[in-house]
């Protein structure tokens, strides 16, 4: 409360009705009191603020308030005329006190002086310097292996390390972890969803809870960017080729549009899934033309691809 | 005579209790920790684990060692002044009187060691969230107990008070004997 109310000065606190600017005591436990000057008043609460803090006090209950401050007795009106008492005390008995204090000062002084060398000598050098451990995102990505997309979560850890996963999620559906190291989680991306993402272009979701070392529990969720390579739709040999290298499955609905000379053109409507490598496929009839409408999704367009297979 | 017999008996016993109640106040933990951050602080000794990893503190040794230093210096000068109050030479009685003094600067030497190894355990990070690009990492809560050597100062504070009071009180009678005695 300094400048108002200064160390050593008495305050003196009678009565419980205060008002904004009023200086107040409240006392959060029987040995804990601040002597501060309220700066609001709302409903059953109280803010008060020291009058040399920067910020107040978080708000109070208004009983804790046990009085306000009516008297304040600067320390230059009661200390010199304590010190003055003192003084004739002690001059007054000053023999007694030599005669008893001269010899009891001894032991005193013998403990003081332990301490105090002991104190100077083995001064602490550092006290502690703890780091709360952090894990950070590094990387996500799909590894494509082909056959299976294993996704990977990556992470930068700091003293902490991840040692299971509780649960883990690809758009709602649970999977279950492939590899768990300190600091990266693998799991194979179910072919549905692969399928899906590849076809309507879209970010893989994943949610992870997972059991970190040193009593840590983690929650996130990433979206991994997919970026799977085109399909590619040829004719060789007379017969249909369709590649798709990808672990991404996709699906092709041909049209195979035949005719022999003179006579009007047929269809015939078959589909395939294709991943991880090539199809081949022959026309369904023998006729002395043929054409294969491929159609597909991919990365959320559709395309068409009309080839002369005959 | 008696009754300065028995006074002197009173606080030889009063002394005795007092450094047993030092020992076990620097033994008995202070603060007892659980969640996030595990174990005890004592005067005597510590032991905590952050996160499950045990830590060190120089700060925290210093006031050991310190606590324990002042306890036996302490406790050296106590015996002294239960020999010197028992001693039938009458002018001992003061020394034994400036021995029972040391129990004030070693009450006050303990309260600091205290002030500062609490305040080296508030330095002890109590993370209970951590949010990062890798998500909200959530760590157990800590609590703090305080421990038994609470009550325990308590009881020291007591013994202190009355040895002072039986002492003074050996000091008053003896030496209005040793006056009664000089004049005749």
Redo the contacts between chains.
Sequence with gaps: MEPSIRVLDIAITFGKSYGIGDVVVWCSTAWYCVMHRVVNITGEFVVTKGDANPVPDPPIPRELVRGKVVLVIPRELWLPPLALLIGFIIYSYRRALM??L???????A???T??AI??AL???????S????????SRTYVEDGGVVCIAVVE?LAK??EVEQTTDLRVFDKTVPPLHISGASIAFVVPEDIAMRVATKGLKLNVS?EAV??????????YQITLSPPKPVVRVFNGSLIIENTSCYSLLFNITWVYAELGEPWKHINTSVIVKGGAVQLEPPVNASYIYADVRYLWMGSEFLDRLRVR | MKRLVLLKTAFAVATALEVFTAFLYISSPLLVFRGGVEGFYSLYTYRIAFLEEVVKSDVLSYTNSMALLATFVYASLQVLAIAAVLSKRLEYIELSFGASLVSIPYYGVLNGLVTVALRELARIPTPARVVTLAGVIEFPETQVVRGPAQAIATALLIALAVKLMLIALVLYIQLRAVRVMARG
């Design positions: 005669s008893v001269t010899p009891a000062l001894i032991p005193l013998m403990y003081v332990v301490m002991a104190i083995v001064a602490p050098q550092t006290g502690f703890l780091e709360v451990p952090e894990l950070h995102l992470y003293g902490i992870v970190l070392t040193r009593k840590g529990v983690l929650r996130g969720s």
